[in-house]
Structures are given as C-alpha cells and as structure tokens.
Nanobody, 128 residues
Framework: QVRLVEFGGGSVQAGGSLRLSCISS????????IAWFRQAPGKERETVAG???????KYANSMKGRVTISKDDDKHTVDLQMDSLKPEDTGVYYC??????????????????????WGQGSQVTVSS
C-alpha cells in the first residue's frame, strides 16, 4: 500500500502563489499516475490536474491556466505550482495515485474514482 504525503500548503493573499508537493512512502512514484484534487468547505472533491508515469499532464477546468503539475525526479516529488490564487481556491488539497509502483500507468485520467491511494491533504487558505 503506497502512502502519500502532501506538504507546502498554507495561507496566502489573493493573487499570490503556493507550491504543493507530494511524496511517496516508497521513495518513488514508479509506474503510478498522480493527480491533485481539492475540496472546498461544503463542496465535493474535484480534480485539479494529473500526470502519468511519462510526464504527460492533464488539467481540469477548475484551475486551468493557473496551475502547473510536474515531477521532480531529483526530489522524487510531484509538485503543483499554483499562481494567481483566489479566495475560492481555499480548501484541502489532496494528492492521489492510480495504479501500482511496479505497474505502468499511461494516459492520466481526471476521474476521481480511478485513484486508489490518497494522502491526508494539505490546507490552502487564500484571503482577499
């Protein structure tokens, strides 16, 4: 069972930036697809962006144009750079994985139901 941990959340003023990172308990993401999701208070969890094992990315409309998902092979992290943040971006941000370390996940999906490993989440608060 892969365990995921998110870090880098915090508080920022509107228009600011934050960078979230996700790490794996295995020290690598191997053949996994990784995606970021978010959940605002009182709302359903929604997809933000995903990346497959080859580095192919896909973005949901929720934050498209304001976020960049990437892999850092040196640090063994999957990062979510968030810019031009708005108060409505406030919520808990989750990292999730699809597949297995030894598998081969090609073609990332934004379908939340396909992800079977989840982190505990990191709070992001954007003030006006």
């Amino acid at each position: 069972q892969v365990r995921l941990v998110e870090f880098g959340g915090g508080s920022v003023q509107a228009g600011g930036s934050l960078r979230l990172s996700c790490i794996s308990s295995e020290g690598t993401f191997g053949g996994l697809c990784i995606a970021w999701f978010r959940q605002a208070p009182g709302k359903e969890r929604e997809t933000v962006a995903g990346i497959d094992m080859l580095g192919t990315t896909k973005y949901a409309n929720s934050m498209k144009g304001r976020v960049t998902i990437s892999k850092d092979d040196d640090k063994h992290t999957v990062d979510l750079q968030m810019d031009s943040l708005k108060p409505e971006d406030t919520g808990v941000y989750y990292c999730a994985a699809q597949g297995t370390i030894r598998g081969h996940c090609y073609g990332v999906t934004l379908d939340r139901s396909k992800y079977n490993h989840w982190g505990q989440g990191s709070q992001v608060t954007v003030s006006s």
